[in-house]
């Protein structure tokens, strides 16, 4: 069983930057992931933020930006604002038309 | 404008079935793979099930297969998912997703539905 792991929760400062992760339990994440991120607010759909690695989707602005780190794929927010507090889900291809999901980041801003 | 809109969802008892609709404009419908993805409450989200814009491809969870079947009807722009044999672990809310191209491994989330939910007890 393939898990998809995530940073439970992080917390960034006002105009800071972080980068959140995307793991693999076994394994290293590629492109050939299509990892893509998701970033939801209590109550509401999510909104997609990077697919494929680093395309940033319509209307995104480039304080977002995506790529692979290491063996992860990552998420990284610069100029953190008080807007960007939400939770984050990154999703992998794993292949043979199965998709998983991460178990999401909630992320603060303080 | 894309448009994405769920229905179908509300309470029903374990063992029973629900058939969710999906209903898409503003774009080619079947040139493009869709997803259900289900988020229970307090919880993250969970990928359910995908169908290639033709509909001959179709992969599953492996938490609903056997259980939850999808399909979408190209001519009326509609996306399907019926859910049989309910359990109270498939509480949630379902959304449907647009993928950016036709194929099940193309992203997904070029658009999302707002969702509808599925409440599953006695």
């Known amino acids: 069983q393939t898990v998809v792991t995530q940073e439970p929760s992080f917390s960034v400062s006002p105009g800071g930057t972080v980068t959140l992760t995307c793991g693999l339990s076994s394994g290293s994440v590629s492109t050939t992931n299509y990892p893509s991120w998701y970033k939801q607010a209590p109550g509401q759909a999510p909104l997609t933020l990077i697919y494929?690695?680093?395309t940033r989707s319509s209307g995104v602005p480039d304080r977002f930006s995506g790529s692979i780190l290491g063996n992860k794929a990552a998420l990284t927010i610069t100029g953190a604002q008080a807007d960007d507090e939400s939770d984050y889900y990154c999703v992998l291809y794993m292949g043979s038309g199965i998709w998983v999901f991460g178990g999401g980041t909630k992320l603060t801003v303080l | 404008e894309v448009q994405l809109l769920e229905s179908g969802g509300g309470l029903v008892q374990p063992g029973g079935s629900l058939r969710l609709s999906c209903a898409a404009s503003?774009?080619?419908?079947?040139?493009?793979?869709m997803t259900w993805v289900r988020q229970a409450p307090g919880k993250g989200l969970e990928w359910v099930s995908s169908?290639?814009?033709?509909?001959?491809?179709?992969y599953y969870a492996d938490s609903v297969r056997g259980r939850f079947s999808i399909s979408r009807d190209n001519s009326k722009n509609t996306l399907f998912l019926q859910m049989n044999s309910l359990r109270a672990e498939d509480t949630a809310v379902y959304y449907c997703?647009?993928?950016?191209?036709?194929?099940?491994?193309?992203?997904?989330?070029?658009?999302w539905g707002q969702g509808t939910l599925v409440t599953v007890s006695s």
């Open positions: 503003g774009f080619t419908f079947s040139s493009y793979a």
């Open positions: 997703a647009k993928h950016f191209g036709f194929y099940i491994g193309s992203p997904m989330g070029d658009y």
């Open positions: 169908s290639s814009g033709s509909g001959d491809s179709r």
């Open positions: 494929s690695t680093n």
